[in-house]
């Protein structure tokens, strides 16, 4: 008994610490993050360029800075090619090297799944297993008397990207495979066929990137009414399989009955896809993606084969190769595999052959019919490829130890949370703000795969760009969209991009991926700085990959594909690039994820923890019998459900009972298929159905405006998760009993606010991720649901607020945010630093600070690198009593590193450009040293006064290739040009003031 008395006081007291015990193992985490908390990038190499040495160089430098893992990947982008062919001997050993030293250094890999950025495929794949249309070619003939007829070979589909990336190789394969599929023939109505509109897009012909090219659909809209049936349709129930009567030569066996006849002949041909941009030794065919033979064959021939080189990973491996990659979808769509017919038959039920005319444009039996056809078809589709090429690589990928991410956009023929909701991590990809192509979208997508599927791991391709980035870019001017990207879910940034250096070290810049991607490598001037920017991206990511999101709001998006989800443009405030949540968070979901859903406390919930307390029904009039038996369900065990019912199945399985199995389960639910012209609300089983009214009046989207859900959340007594003034963006995570807040201040300027949070689990701290720094908030209220915080951002500033029973409340006598005077000016001359070798004055004084480009010098004007500051100071005497004391920068360009009498105190990279100097001031004499850093373009355009010794037609420069010396005088050397001799110069040095400060 005794025993037993003890026991559970033990459990009694460890209970009562678990809250203490969690926040302090979030607060180690914080301070310290672990490796899978860092940051990555993508390590590109250049089609052959590349070294042993470069290699271990470039993995040294980025576990210096603070980078834990990269996606490998080489392709060809404006590089002439090096002498390491692709996939040979060589290349393979240097593969294998690249994982030895990411071992060694505990960084991740992640190995793309083909040759190229994107894509499975390669010269390995014979066009048989490539990706393949159907298509068809027609004749007219009269019937009633015996007559040669002869069937032409149908010609492929035009390749989306067109024919110019073929080798003559490759270009004679695609011309020549053709294999025939079937020959139908029907009697030719007597008046024109109509043709189906979009056909291409419909049939899964094309399939154009949705961020980057004009007027790319949404998604297919699913129709219930059409007009009557037109004439000129093909009778199916007269359509005439000949294809047993085709001979090889083309010629047909058959006499055609009295009458007019269309002849169709069908076969099968490449889709167009090759590798891109793929080393030249890796391009070939993109593999069949409905096909899993197909697929393991391509696998074995490049990740087995670097397998069977590096040896299996091993969990205990801290770093080396751990995931498969697939990158956003650009290969295109296919419409065909060999086995497609049979497959069809078994997933919906009918025999696809009479629709076949479907895939020209034709309408079979009305337009109705053919329109579910299509949809029917897409659906095949989109089942074998999510079944046969992405389930068949993460199969693949978990058989070897490893596993797989997936980008689930662009071109993406299937619907992209469907893909995404198959990886083990999703992956999003956003561009730099102004520097190429707006895909915020596809970040919402990834985070709401992550949310919905209880990942705690997002990524994202991150700031991505091209032609005009030109080496402008660095973590101060990247510290908004960052946080944008943080809030919206985004967990790792995995920076676009490292280019493997593989040139000289004196030659910097150095190497390029062509004009694409922020240069995220050594050979920036500002890397030696860069820690402390990843430090604050590590602790970020860490605390966001803690817990799950806290959101209100799920989004069901229609069946069928293709489809990309957008929620309801009032869902997000601020711009087009940077879209914020608003005060209810909200995700989106598919209906393959909703089968995994249940209902617990009049919640949706799903097995990883997610839970929503609104369903919002996409405003699509069709649903599938065994989807709305889903939504059923979860209604009669308590759901709230926004929508209409609805009255239709969008395929033709089990066509036309189907549509009356709907329909009759519809008013079940719904009570009523007509449309009320008020809002209504109605139970059933415990849950209820919201529907009518304006929340049924879509304008561009396929969901009710924010502010209707909004009002309906109000309603349930559920206020907004987030509020302040209007100039803060956030996110919000739980975690046991600890709610956690990542807040960002999104403008330029100071802001001072009382934002309401809704949580009253304890009393709030700051976690400020610059600084690693926690701090109590004493200045706060609770009233009801909600605590209200008073709160101070510097420009573009942000920081955690964290709730737990475990924070220590502070004294109420003390302000969450002190205030700051001037107490000195650091004004006067400088004695400034230049490093000789990048063409500046070994020493000289400035005067006064000012910016290098308005100096006389040259070698100042046109300087890019480091400078180093120095200045001696006294303390003022009433600072030896200030509780802090800073030193504030004032205006840098672009990143500065403080050292106070011999002590390193940290960079400063971000607002506010100020550091904490109590623990290294002196009364007298104080010897300060300010290394500051600006960017490549100022000696980029000075050097384009000078000749150019630079790549000229695809070839490298013979004083380069023979090892001679460089004669032309320039300093830096670049594998592509951004700029001339004309381009302006940007701001540089450190410009102030700078001031000592106290804190009071």
Not at 624 to 644: C, E, F, H, R, Y
Not at 662 to 684: F, N
Request: glycine content about 10%; overall charge neutral; aromatic content about 12%.
């Amino acid at each position: 008994m005794y025993k037993i008395v003890v026991s559970c006081f033990i459990a009694f007291l460890l209970g009562l610490n678990a809250p203490y015990a969690q926040v302090n193992k979030l607060k180690t985490g914080f301070v310290h993050p672990p490796n899978s908390a860092k940051p990555g990038v993508y390590w590109y190499f250049m089609d052959g360029n590349m070294s042993a040495k470069s290699i271990t160089e470039d993995l040294e430098a980025m576990k210096k800075a603070g980078i834990g893992n990269l996606v490998f990947l080489e392709v060809n982008v404006g590089i002439p090619r090096g002498p390491v062919d692709f996939l040979s001997e060589e290349w393979q050993n240097m593969f294998a090297h690249a994982v030895s030293e990411s071992k060694r250094l505990g960084i991740e890999i992640t190995l793309g799944i083909g040759p190229g950025w994107t894509g499975s495929g390669g010269p390995w794949v014979p066009i048989g297993q490539s990706m393949q249309h159907l298509v068809s070619s027609t004749i007219n003939v009269s019937g009633g008397s015996k007559q040669p007829i002869v069937l032409p070979v149908p010609p492929p589909k035009p390749p989306y990207f067109g024919e110019g990336a073929f080798s003559p190789e490759l270009k004679k394969t695609w011309t020549d495979f053709y294999e025939d599929v079937a020959v139908l023939a029907y009697p030719t109505p007597a008046i024109a066929l109509p043709k189906i509109k979009d056909i291409d897009e419909k049939a899964l012909y094309y399939r154009a990137p949705y961020s980057s090219a004009p007027s790319v659909k949404q998604f297919l809209p699913s129709v219930t009414e059409y007009a009557a049936g037109p004439a000129g349709a093909i009778d199916k129930s007269k359509i005439i399989d000949l294809t047993g009567k085709l001979k090889p030569d083309g010629t047909l066996n058959w006499v055609a009955p009295e009458g007019n006849w269309t002849i169709m002949r069908l076969g099968r041909r490449n889709n167009g896809a090759i590798t891109r941009p793929a080393p030249v030794p890796g391009l070939g065919f993109e593999a069949d993606k409905m096909d899993t033979v197909a697929l393991n064959a391509h696998l074995d021939n490049y990740v087995g084969k670097l397998l069977r080189k590096t040896g299996m990973p091993k969990p205990t491996d801290a770093g080396g190769l751990k995931k498969l990659h697939m990158d956003s979808w650009e290969m295109g769509s296919q419409n065909w595999t060999g086995h497609f017919r049979e497959e069809f038959i078994k997933r919906r039920g009918y025999d696809p052959l009479p629709f076949y005319p479907v895939y020209a444009g034709n309408i079979v039996q009305s337009q109705e019919i053919s329109e579910r056809f299509l949809w029917d078809l897409r659906q095949t589709a989109q089942e074998l490829v999510l079944e046969n090429h992405a389930g068949q690589v993460k199969t693949y990928a978990h058989r070897n130890g490893m596993e797989l991410s997936i980008e689930p956009y662009d071109m993406n023929p299937t619907a992209d949370l469907e893909l995404g909701a198959l990886a083990d991590v999703p992956m999003a990809e956003f561009w730099s703000k102004g520097l190429g192509f707006n895909s915020s979208f596809s970040v919402v997508e990834a985070t709401s795969i992550g949310h919905v599927n209880g990942k705690s791991l997002i990524p994202a391709e991150s700031f991505t760009s091209q032609d005009n980035e030109g080496w402008k870019q660095y973590p101060g001017a990247m510290k908004n969209q960052g946080d944008w990207a943080f809030a919206a879910g985004i967990n790792r940034f995995t920076y676009h991009t490292f280019q493997n250096q593989f040139l000289p070290d004196s030659l910097r810049p150095g190497a390029t991926m062509g004009p694409y991607g922020v240069h995220w490598d050594r050979n920036q001037t500002w890397w030696p700085m860069v820690g402390g920017y990843h430090d604050y991206i590590s602790r970020c990511s860490y605390i966001l990959q803690q817990g799950r999101t806290v959101a209100d709001v799920l989004y069901l998006t229609p069946e069928g594909s293709p489809h990309v989800f957008r929620p309801p443009s009032s869902a997000m405030d601020g711009d087009v690039v940077l879209p914020d949540r608003k005060g209810y968070n909200f995700d989106g979901c598919s209906p393959g994820q909703l089968y995994t859903a249940s209902v617990k406390n009049g919640m949706v919930v799903f097995p990883g923890g997610a839970s929503y307390r609104l369903l919002v029904l996409p405003a699509v009039k069709t649903m599938t019998p065994v989807l709305l038996q889903k939504i059923k369900s979860l209604v009669n065990d308590g759901a709230v459900v926004v929508g209409m019912p609805p009255v239709k199945s969008p395929g033709l399985t089990g066509y036309p009972a189907c549509d009356i199995q709907v329909s009759d389960m519809a008013k079940v639910i719904w009570g009523t298929l007509q449309e009320p012209s008020a809002q209504t609300s109605r139970s059933y089983g415990k849950g209820r159905l919201i529907w009518g009214g304006d929340i049924d009046k879509q304008i561009n989207d396929l969901y009710p405006e924010y502010e209707l859900t909004a009002k309906l959340l109000l309603s349930m007594d559920i206020e907004q998760d987030f509020t302040s003034n209007g100039q803060l963006r956030y996110t919000h995570r739980t975690t046991g009993d600890t709610d956690i807040y990542f807040v960002s201040n999104r403008t330029d300027q100071v802001v001072k606010t009382t934002a309401s949070f809704r949580t009253v689990t304890g009393p709030p701290q700051m976690w400020d991720a610059i600084t690693g720094k926690i701090t109590s908030l004493p200045e706060y209220s609770v009233k009801g649901q909600l605590t209200s915080v008073s709160l101070k951002f510097a420009p573009y500033q942000s920081y955690f607020v964290v709730f737990a029973k475990g924070n220590i409340t502070a004294s109420a006598a003390h302000k969450n945010f002190g205030e700051n005077a001037i107490v000195k000016t650091l004004s006067g001359a400088w004695l400034v630093s230049f490093d000789p070798k990048w063409g500046g004055p070994k020493n000289i004084k400035f005067d006064e600070l000012t910016d290098w480009t308005l100096r006389p010098e040259e070698g100042i004007k046109y300087y890019s690198g480091t400078a180093v500051y120095h200045k001696e100071f006294d303390l003022p005497a009433q600072t030896q009593k200030a509780k802090k004391l800073y030193i504030d920068l004032g205006t840098v360009n672009n990143m500065a590193r403080i050292k106070l009498n011999g002590k390193d105190l940290g960079v400063v990279w971000t607002a506010p450009w100020r550091i904490e100097i109590n623990k290294a001031a002196l009364k007298k004499h104080n010897k300060l040293e300010i290394q500051v850093i600006n960017l490549w373009p100022n000696r980029l355009i000075g050097d384009e006064t000078k000749p150019d010794d630079g790549i000229q037609n695809d070839a490298w420069p013979q004083w380069l290739v023979k090892g001679l010396p460089r004669t032309s005088g320039r300093f830096t050397f670049s594998s592509y040009k951004f700029y001339s001799k004309d381009s302006p110069l940007l701001k540089s040095g450190l410009l102030g003031p700078v001031t000592i400060q106290s804190e009071f």
